[in-house]
């Protein structure tokens, strides 16, 4: 569908001439009307399917339970009690277990067997961004479009003995963010100021030179790149906050027990529960554990100038 938007209907809205160049675009004349394409992909979603061509293209590769999955005596007791259910990693792994709970060593063939699905279905996604990739090439239009390849969320694989998401650690909440446009954005760079997704609105209208609106939400990471020195000594604490939902004991989300929250800065990441504790993850290791207290105090900080937690059973005691 993305690329009939861009290869069949393009030609309908384009005042030039359409001139057919190859299997799987064209070349556009000069002049070409603004755009927008969001495409959002269903592959890396369980159950994992993989594509047949794709299902046995990491049999060869041996995986393990992480390390930290049999670390978690610093750990919040809900944190344990999730390994049997379906977002743990003894749990039925979307399907690829069948008799469970299973925590016998052995049972890791299943772990392996889901994780090489979910890689397989992201070759499917490879392919389909290279499309995309090579339609614009094609077009002549690749250097003229701003390109953003990120995602709603990420993906917990057994860290800290979880599947799925539905948290606020580290591999739940830490996303890729790709920014191409030559001329606009520096290529080959990296930055490790703390970002949101939240931004990303921001960040398009500034590129495009348009007026933001009052409620835009985040903010523009042009400055990342035009002035990556004030960007990284800029104080910025993403938030994030997952709320209460109505509790199912198999389905074990933290969330059914209240709302939970994060705070990331470059360094740390703290997580704080409503009723089941908190904890604190050191995203640079051998950095000293004294933070843990400044992390809390800019948590209350922040929340209580964004008004996070203003009312109700979600406030905060800071």
């Known amino acids: 569908m993305a690329l009939d938007f861009l290869t069949k209907d393009w030609p309908a809205r384009n005042v030039n001439s359409f001139v057919p160049r190859g299997s799987s675009a064209a070349m556009i004349a000069p002049e070409p009307r603004p755009f927008c394409l969001i495409l959002g992909h269903k592959a890396p979603h369980s159950f994992y399917i993989p594509e047949p061509k794709y299902s046995n293209a990491f049999d060869e590769v041996k995986i393990e339970y992480p390390a930290s999955a049999f670390h978690l005596d610093d750990k919040p007791q809900w944190v344990m009690q999730r390994l049997t259910t379906w977002h743990g990693i003894y749990g039925p792994l979307f399907e690829w277990r069948k008799n469970f709970p299973d925590a016998r060593p052995e049972a890791v063939k299943d772990f392996a067997a889901m994780t090489r699905a979910y890689w397989g279905t992201i070759l499917s996604v490879d392919d389909s961004v290279g499309r995309i990739y090579s339609a614009l090439r094609d077009f002549r239009q690749l250097d003229n479009t701003l390109f953003i390849f990120t995602s709603d969320n990420g993906l917990l694989n057994g860290e800290h003995g979880m599947v799925d998401k539905r948290t606020m650690h580290e591999p739940s909440i830490r996303v890729p963010l790709l920014v191409r446009w030559p001329g606009h954005v520096p290529s080959h760079a990296r930055f490790a100021t703390p970002v949101s997704i939240a931004d990303i609105p921001a960040t398009v209208i500034d590129l495009l030179k348009a007026p933001p609106t009052a409620a835009m939400p985040g903010q523009s990471l042009a400055l990342a790149w035009t002035n990556p020195a004030a960007a990284a000594d800029s104080t910025r604490y993403p938030v994030q906050e997952l709320a209460h939902m109505p509790f199912d004991e198999f389905n074990w989300v933290p969330a059914f027990k209240g709302a939970m929250r ?24 051998l950095l000293p554990s004294a933070h843990w207290l400044g992390m809390r105090l800019a948590f209350c900080t922040y929340a209580s100038q964004s008004g996070i937690g203003a009312a109700g059973p979600t406030q905060l005691i800071c």
């Open 262 to 285: 994060s705070v990331t800065t470059s360094a740390w990441h703290y997580i704080e529960h409503d009723t089941l504790g908190a904890e604190l993850e050191n995203t640079v290791p």
